[in-house]
């Protein structure tokens, strides 16, 4: 009996893959024509050298000009955790002159929506 069904399996799946490759193939689209000049014509800014460095300090000069003249701050500024030690650390090191600290009455409402600037700042917020 086991051997009848071995035999009964192995017609079935031969059968199958008849009909299986008798099915008519579909054909495969054909990729599209890539034209190589568009190509180059999208990516040429990626290929092309350009002095980044320059135009950022022509872009930083530009803006900086237009800015009031405040000078740097020689107060030492105190360092409260590992962050503040690197990035003044190495401000210092550098010898960049740094902006005069800013309280919270002065720095929220710049990074505050002017919607909750009052209350931000201490004020009422109704």
């Known amino acids: 009996m086991k ?8 017609t079935m799946v031969f059968s199958l893959t008849l009909a299986i490759r008798a099915l008519p193939q579909q054909q495969q689209p054909a990729p599209p024509q890539v ?3 568009r190509m180059e014509e999208a990516h040429g800014a990626l290929f092309r050298a350009q002095d ?4 950022a300090s022509r872009l930083t000069e530009a803006v900086a000009g237009a800015l009031p003249r405040t000078g740097g701050s ?3 500024i105190p360092r409260k955790n590992y962050v503040d030690e690197q990035i003044f650390g190495r401000i210092e090191k550098d010898g960049i002159p740094h902006s005069a ?9 710049k990074s505050v929506p002017r919607c ?11």
């Open 101 to 109: 600290l800013s309280g919270d009455a002065e720095f929220s409402p």
């Open 52 to 55: 980044k460095a320059k135009e």
């Open 74 to 76: 020689n107060v030492p």
């Open 35 to 37: 034209d190589d000049n």
């Open 116 to 126: 909750d600037r009052s209350f931000a700042v201490g004020g009422s917020s109704s």
């Open 3 to 10: 051997a009848a069904k071995l035999v009964l399996l192995i």
